[in-house]
């Protein structure tokens, strides 16, 4: 299992746009994918589970990858969020 803490710097947090960045990201893995910020665990894989969430700016979330190719999602997911999903 891999493990990383990052924060969420987009100004309007992980809204529509991000949130289904972040799923087609996670989608593409076959491991299994958790965000767990605000006392929440939500499916990666998942853009409105990642919305309910309610992740806003300056939160920090903990990606948990479980399964093969995770090193690589967690990678791949760590990249987008220092590129603020490309916003």
Known sequence: ???KVLKIENETGLHARPATEL???AMKY???IKLIANGKTVDAKSPLM???AGIKQRTEIEIKCNGEKEEEAINEIEEAFK????E
């Open 23 to 25: 799923a087609k990201i």
């Open 1 to 3: 299992m891999q493990s």
């Open 30 to 32: 076959p491991c299994d």
């Open 83 to 86: 590129n603020n999903f490309g």
């Open 50 to 52: 990642i919305m309910s």
